[in-house]
């Protein structure tokens, strides 16, 4: 079965400081993995996706993952916080090799405090 | 530019009152999908289509039901809303094998 772990509910950073979000994923085969974010009121917005490529995935707006089967993580990064990253980020794996199902983590709500 | 489109935004409808909410997408995908959000939790897949195909997620309660008319269009119908049905309802779409792009959502409330 496949499940995702986001290890962090809450992280608060400074503007123009490092952001981490991690996450975690279990998966009987090659899985792939996306970041979405949800800002207040809005829907889900895709920033990431992995899917077997290159381990590295450049995403939008300067967001980063890296995908670590050794370590089974998928973890978020940006080198530099700004306000506007304020938000939830959802770790998402698929179901099974069709994507039409997601599993989603349970969120990290990021804080970027001037 | 939008081209997943939810409406109304916000809608309050009466407990017990049948409620209808929308989905147009601009994308042509063939796969469309309704997600229920609760207060700082993750969106819960309620059931989605390939096609006109309706896939109906298993604890999905039968108070919610689905149409898909067109490509185009999709509609979630709560037929007698009770208070714990209150939430942001999400759509989104997406071709076969591909991330999903989702709408902005309409926020359901019940008095």
């Known amino acids: 079965a496949q499940s995702v772990t986001q290890l962090d509910s809450h992280v608060s950073v400074s503007e123009g400081t490092p952001v981490l979000l991690r996450c975690n994923y279990s998966?009987?085969?090659?899985?792939?993995l996306f970041w979405y974010v949800q800002h207040p009121n809005k829907g889900l917005q895709l920033l990431l996706k992995?899917?077997?490529?290159?381990?590295l995935v450049k995403g939008i707006n300067g967001f980063e993952a890296e995908f670590k089967k050794s370590e089974t993580s998928f973890h978020l990064t940006k080198p530099s916080a700004h306000m506007s990253d304020a938000a939830e980020y959802f770790c998402?794996?698929?179901?099974?090799?069709?994507?039409?199902?997601?599993?989603f983590g349970t969120g990290t709500r990021l804080q970027v405090f001037p | 530019d939008a081209m997943v489109i939810q409406n109304p935004r916000y809608q309050v409808t009466q407990f017990g009152k049948p409620v209808t909410l929308s989905c147009s997408q601009t994308?042509?995908?063939?796969?469309m999908y309704w997600y229920q959000q609760k207060s700082s939790q993750a969106p819960k897949l309620l059931f989605h289509?390939?096609?006109?195909?309706?896939?109906n997620e298993a604890d999905t309660p039968d108070n919610f039901q689905s149409r898909r008319p067109n490509t185009s269009f999709c509609f979630l119908d709560i037929r007698s809303p009770g208070l714990g049905d209150a939430a942001m309802y999400l759509c989104?779409?997406?071709?076969?094998?591909?991330?999903?792009?989702f709408g902005d959502g309409t926020r359901l409330s019940i008095l």
């Open positions: 989104a779409t997406s071709p076969r094998t591909q991330p999903q792009h």
């Open positions: 998966s009987s085969y090659s899985p792939s």
């Open positions: 992995y899917t077997s490529a290159a381990t």
């Open positions: 998402v794996v698929t179901v099974s090799y069709n994507t039409d199902k997601l599993i």
């Open positions: 994308l042509n995908h063939n796969v």
């Open positions: 289509y390939y096609d006109k195909d309706f896939n």
